[in-house]
């Protein structure tokens, strides 16, 4: 069990806004509510950046929802702010200070913009303030959610709460109107990556109606990390270190045909299902600052582009949408997508808030 450390801010609560916007989480700034995370999964990024055992200690600052009020000032009102950064919002730690549901507030105050990424159907308590935000802006919640098998989640999750929780989670949002994502983060090879877990983790999630699924693959930025994968997978079963030394052969990531390969069989089950592989344009149309949502459609075709084979298409796209994210696109540049008309009806609504 973590111990808890109250805490004021030593910097500014919400990062300094992306040079390039997050096609994953549609997010133009990122931020954490707590430092440190309860439920401890063991592939985790934040085990490789943190001194100490991520799940040993959580710091809770007890200013934050203060300043995040004063921020959001400087905040355009199109900018998404993504909750989203290395540490569960909705953590144990919630039930002690709901710094989460105070900045929720701050958030409904504004009318910004805002996706949580969770493990928990805590979520669901702050549905309330949820409806808010969704009716002025923009509110999208999306659970991580690796396999629907709740002792494989039992060995790779920790104390994370178990899959059909999150299940019944997103079916209640739904309901009630609120957006619903679902992150296949990370897809750890040889363990819920194969044909039989993907097809029975995607129709589940289907079936629990959310709008969209993203996924990406396991991350192992170096040695000490490495070996916390190891003792993972030994956790589970006979898995002998060499398949992964053969996969990522010391890379961060493992090898690009097998990225490739998943890419392909993710997106035709997906496709199968009627499960769109990243958020439709449909939620989040007229929400957010014309040169965002143009440069989220822009860099989710090119995915399905890079998917497909289409690799010009797609390294022209995703050059592009960070042209138009910049506000540095050209007409003629936008006229080399196939795109444009979307495009150049979406950026219309800047240059006529302008006039």
Not at 281 to 291: F, I, K
Request: aromatic share 8%; charged share 25%.
């Amino acid at each position: 069990m973590a111990y808890y450390v109250e805490e004021k801010l030593s910097g500014s609560a919400i990062g300094a806004r992306r040079p390039v916007i997050n096609e994953y989480f549609l997010s133009s700034y990122t931020m954490a509510i707590y430092n440190g995370c309860e439920f401890g999964c063991p592939y985790c990024d934040g085990w490789a950046i943190q001194p100490r055992p991520l799940n040993e200690r959580v710091r809770a600052p007890i200013d934050l929802p203060e300043r995040v009020q004063r921020e959001l000032e400087g905040l355009d009102r199109g900018d998404l702010v993504g909750i989203t950064a290395l540490s569960d919002p909705y953590q144990p730690a919630e039930f002690t200070y709901r710094l989460t549901r105070q900045t929720l507030r701050a958030f409904a105050e504004h009318g910004q913009p805002v996706l949580i990424l969770t493990k928990s159907p805590t979520v669901v308590e702050d549905l309330a303030i949820l409806e808010r935000i969704h009716a002025s802006s923009l509110a999208i919640v999306m659970f991580t959610l690796l396999t629907i098998d709740p002792h494989l989640a039992a060995k790779i999750e920790d104390r994370a709460p178990a899959p059909a929780l999150r299940l019944d989670a997103i079916a209640t949002l739904k309901r009630a109107g609120i957006p619903v994502g679902v992150a296949l983060m990370p897809l750890l090879p040889y363990v819920n990556d194969t044909d039989l877990i993907l097809h029975a983790t995607l129709a589940a999630i289907a079936d629990a109606g959310a709008d969209f699924v993203v996924w990406d693959y396991l991350l192992i930025p170096d040695e000490r990390h490495r070996g916390r994968i190891n003792e993972m997978l030994a956790r589970i079963g006979r898995y002998p270190p060499a398949y992964y030394r053969d996969l990522y052969r010391g890379r961060a990531l493992p090898d690009l045909t097998y990225r490739n390969e998943r890419d392909q069989a993710l997106l035709e089950r997906c496709d199968a299902l009627n499960l769109p592989v990243r958020a439709p344009h449909a939620l989040y149309a007229g929400r957010l600052r014309p040169q965002n949502e143009a440069a989220l459609l822009l860099k989710h075709a090119a995915f399905r582009d890079s998917v497909q084979g289409r690799t010009h298409l797609a390294r022209q796209g995703r050059e592009l949408a960070d042209l138009v994210y910049a506000g540095k696109a050209t007409d003629i540049q936008l006229r080399a997508s196939p795109l444009y008309d979307t495009l150049h009806a979406i950026l219309r609504r800047t240059r006529d808030a302008d006039a």
